[in-house]
Nanobody
Framework: QVQLMESGGGAVQDGGSLRLSCAVS????????VAWFRQAPGKEREGVAA????????YYGDSVKGRFTISEDDTKHTVTLQMNSLRPEDTAMYYC?????????????????????WGQGTQVTVSS
């Protein structure tokens, strides 16, 4: 059992920044990947960023590369998503998720089907 809780969402203007945090608790494992997903109204859920145990490897969706950074703090049991240069198209509900690293690849780590535990989400709204 892994519990995740997102925080840090809010409303910002075009070009602004936000930092989302995912607090991880419960039966965590070094074999779990942690990722951020987002879903906007009328659109499918998409992978934003993912990180593997130890933070040695990170992955990003094409639309956020160069703007978002995912990191982890094992001491605080948190995974952070720093979002810079936000655009209106970044507006969505953002979810933190954990999944078994086993069976994942660089091509599937940002696909929601591989994740078994999800937070409730935090809203990010970017206005122009």
């Amino acid at each position: 059992q892994v519990q995740l809780m997102e925080s840090g969402g809010g409303a910002v203007q075009d070009g602004g920044s936000l930092r989302l945090s995912c607090a991880v608790s419960g039966a965590t494992s070094s074999s779990n990947a942690v990722a951020w997903f987002r879903q906007a109204p009328g659109k499918e859920r998409e992978g934003v960023a993912a990180i593997v145990p130890g933070g040695t490897m990170t992955y990003y969706g094409d639309s956020v590369k160069g703007r978002f950074t995912i990191s982890e703090d094992d001491t605080k049991h948190t995974v952070t998503l720093q979002m810079n240069s936000l655009r209106p198209e970044d507006t969505a509900m953002y979810y933190c998720a954990a999944g078994a690293l086993r069976g994942m690849s660089s091509r599937s780590i940002l696909q929601a089907i591989g994740y078994h535990s999800w937070g409730q989400g935090t809203q990010v709204t970017v206005s122009s």
